[in-house]
Each structure stands twice: as C-alpha cells, then as structure tokens.
C-alpha cells in the first residue's frame, strides 16, 4: 500500500477523499478499489505565457488533473479563480469521479484551472490564455483521454476558444473534444442550464417525497452564477419563494420573494454590452436586505442552495444553520466535519455528486451528438436528462434508507460499487491471488 501522506496544503483533497473511507465503512467494497481511488492518475501542471495588452509579460500557472478513467474518459470542467490550486483540482477531479459514476455516464473524472482573477483581465488577454492552455495540455486531453468543459468563471465563449485551438493544434475539427460550447460551435442544446436543471430535478424529487407546497417553501441561494441563477429561475417558475442571493460582493433578502428574471436581468443584461463576465452585483438591488454571504447561510429558510464554492459551510458555522435541507449545487460547500454537525442536526444534505451532476450529463449529451454528427431537439436533451435524474435520486434516497445512512454517504457508496465494478471487471487480488493461478 503508497504513501497515504499528503503535503500540508493538500487539505481540500485530503478532506474529499476522507468520504471513501465513510463509504466503504458502510459496504462490502473491495480495498484494493478503495486504495486506487485515494491517488489520481495523472497530474499535469503547466505554464502559460500570455502577452498583456500594455506590451508586458504574464505568466499564470494551470493545471489538469485526470483522476480515474476505470469507466472512460476523463471529464470534467476548467476553472478560473484566484484559489486555483493543485490541491483543489485534485479535489474537484476525485469528485468528477464520482459524480459520473453516481448518474452512470461512461466517464472517468477529471479537473483543471488556472490560478487567475479572470475579471482582472481584457477579453483578448482572456482568449490569449484560454488558447496557452490549450497549447499546453494538447497532449493531456482528447475525445477519447479526457474531456474539458466549464466551470467556475469559464463559459461556452471561452470552451468555443478551447476547441478551436485543439482543432487547429491537431488540424483537425474536433468538437468531441471539450464539452459546454456555443450551439453554432457543436454545443448541445439545454446545455447551458443543465446544472441548474439537475438540481431543480433532484428538488422536485424531494417536493413529492415531502409533499411540499412551492409557494411555502422559501428558499436562499448563495452564488448567482450560472448553476444558480438556472436552479432559482426553474423554481421560482414553480411557484417557490426566493427569499436570498447572492454573489460574490454580498448577499440580498427579502421575506416575500424575489423576482428571479428581474435579478438575472440586472445582473446579466443591465450593462451597456453584454460582458464576457457579469459586471452588476446582485447588490445594486435596491428594494431589499443587504446581508454578508456569511448570514445567508444561516437564515431562517425552507431550503437552501450553496451555489459558489467549496468549504461553505464549516464546523465554524454548521450548528447555526437552520435550514432543514440543502441542495449542493456547488461542489464541495461543506467539509466533512460539517457534514457530521449537519446529520446530528438532521439536516438533509443532497450532496453535490448527485445535485449538480445534471452538468455533466448533458456534457456527455454533448459528447455523443459531436461523435455522431447529429443534433437533439431540447425536448429530448430535457427528457434524457430528467430520466437520469430521477432514476439516481431514487437510487440515492432508497440506499440511504436501506443502509440507514446520510444522503452522501449513500451516493459515494453507489459511485463506489460502480467504479468498483469496473475495476473489478479486470480483475483484483482475489482473482489473481496464487491460489487461483
Ligand atoms: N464543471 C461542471 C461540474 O463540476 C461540469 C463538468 C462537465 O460538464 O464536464 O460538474
């Protein structure tokens, strides 16, 4: 068995990877699965020079992470962010890992970023970098190796780019491989709020379950990016009560409801040209409660939806939270020792391997309608989408009851049986030990 000593900056990963543990103590797993799936395959760490628009150098560090590809590809997005490190995208890797296995799409999991405030930068050094990145992980990815998309402050412009310079790096058209592209670039339809989506259908999951009534339900979302402005948007059309945002300048409240198209429109459309990134704040509202993103988490709500970024939620707050129910649509908002304060509390945690994986499902929608050639109406993207969802969530619930567990373990247990699987498909200790050869 390796060397299972992390560096000290390694504790995001450290703690992701602490949920198999969990997992496997619940289940008959195989240790040598659990073993290979403590390591990523792959990690590359690069450079990008980029020429400023005032004539100066730059140069930002990146990387790609492929962690397993025991059931295909590598997948998963392309961050850019400030907090970008090696330890994160591992992280964020292990959990790409998961989530495939816990919707079933034949990808392994993958991650990468660059360590830059984005908003810092202009558009044309925005595609400089985009493009150095591609030029130098080309060797990294592939239709076949590992499959980029969005992520946190990346979006199908910048995917666009990214494909376009694989193309022209291998001279060759291939929209296969990165996935979250503008329509006219080979994206899929109902791509772009397919995050947002699988969480809203994960939520009416729960609405069944629970009898819920919409208009009773008050909701808070923390991140008013892509993922959660969709989520808040679908639900609101329900009839739910959007009580709070937020993004990254503060948060807003508003016992009664917001309008979530006049909050999307403020943020997205208000500014004179529509920016490659939202310049308006949700703060600039001025009919409601300014609050931190700090108190959003503990308002006094029905539901709530962390949508930002990891270690949201923290032994330093999770006794104050007093949601019954939340949905991760970020990944990574809680670390495992809130996880622990949260299932004591009885708060039902639907963890972001299963809320947000409506992302990746129809990337790898995508993927299939660039390999074939052949494009889906949105009512079939939206139907494809919604049977995957539904049929996981049921697997989910019904595991957690069976085994008596919290919500997340019971996903990790069923991402684990299926890698599992693949692995042991190829055999394992038991299979080759000196008794059977
Ligand atoms: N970045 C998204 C996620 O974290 C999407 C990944 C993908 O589509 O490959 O799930």
Redesign the pocket.
């Known amino acids: 068995m390796g060397n299972k000593k992390n560096q000290p900056d390694d504790q995001i990963f450290t703690d992701a990877i602490g949920r198999l543990d969990q997992a496997f103590e619940q289940d008959h797993l195989d240790p040598e699965v659990l073993e290979r799936l403590k390591y990523p395959r792959a990690a590359l760490q690069v450079s990008v020079p980029v020429r400023m628009d005032d004539g100066s150098l730059r140069v930002f560090e990146g990387y790609r992470v492929r962690y397993d590809d025991s059931r295909g590809p590598g997948?998963?997005?392309i961050?850019f962010h400030p907090n970008v490190s090696l330890s994160e995208v591992k992280a964020?890797a292990f959990?790409?890992t998961c989530?495939c296995a816990v919707v079933g799409i034949p990808?392994g999991g993958a991650?990468g970023g660059i360590t830059v405030n984005p908003k810092e930068l202009s558009r044309l050094e925005l595609e400089r970098l985009s493009r150095g990145f591609i030029q130098q992980i080309a060797d990294f990815i592939g239709p076949e190796t590992d499959?980029?998309?969005?992520?946190?402050y990346t979006n199908s412009m910048i995917m666009g780019w990214m494909m376009d310079e694989y193309s022209k790096i291998r001279r060759q058209h291939t929209p296969a491989v990165i996935?979250?592209k503008p329509i006219p670039l080979g994206g899929s339809l109902g791509?772009e709020d397919?995050?947002g989506r699988g969480a809203y259908y994960c939520i009416k999951e729960l609405e069944s379950r629970r009898n819920w009534k919409p208009e009773k339900v008050r909701v808070a979302v923390q991140g008013f990016g892509n993922a959660g402005q969709h989520v808040a948007h679908l639900l609101h059309g329900d009839g739910y009560r959007i009580v709070a945002v937020s993004d990254s300048q503060g948060a807003i409240y508003k016992p009664d409801g917001f309008d979530v198209a006049s909050l999307m429109y403020m943020k997205n459309e208000s500014r004179r040209l529509k920016a490659v990134y939202c310049d308006g704040s949700v703060c600039e509202s001025v009919d409601a409660q300014q609050l931190s993103n700090a108190q959003l988490l503990e308002l006094d709500v029905d539901l709530l939806i962390p949508a930002a970024l990891e270690n949201q939620i923290t032994v330093d707050n999770a006794t104050r939270i007093q949601a019954p129910v939340i949905v991760e649509v970020a990944?990574g908002p809680t670390t495992s020792e809130a996880d622990k304060i949260l299932n004591a509390q009885g708060t039902l945690v639907v963890p972001d391997i299963l809320a947000?994986?409506g992302?990746?499902t129809?990337?790898?929608f995508e993927w299939v309608q660039n390999k074939a050639g052949y494009y889906w109406p949105l009512k079939e993207v939206h139907a494809k989408l919604h049977t995957i969802m539904q049929r996981e969530f049921g697997n989910v619930h019904n595991m957690m009851q069976h085994h008596g567990t919290d919500m997340r373990t019971a996903a990790y247990m069923l991402a684990l049986s299926r890698i599992g699987d693949a692995i042991s498909a190829q055999g394992t200790d038991r299979y080759f030990s000196a008794e059977n050869r």
Not at 147 to 152: G, T, Y
């Open positions: 997948k998963g997005g961050r964020l959990w790409m989530k990808f991650k499959v980029p998309a969005p992520d946190v996935t979250g791509r397919a995050t990944n947000n994986a992302g990746v129809v990337s790898y």
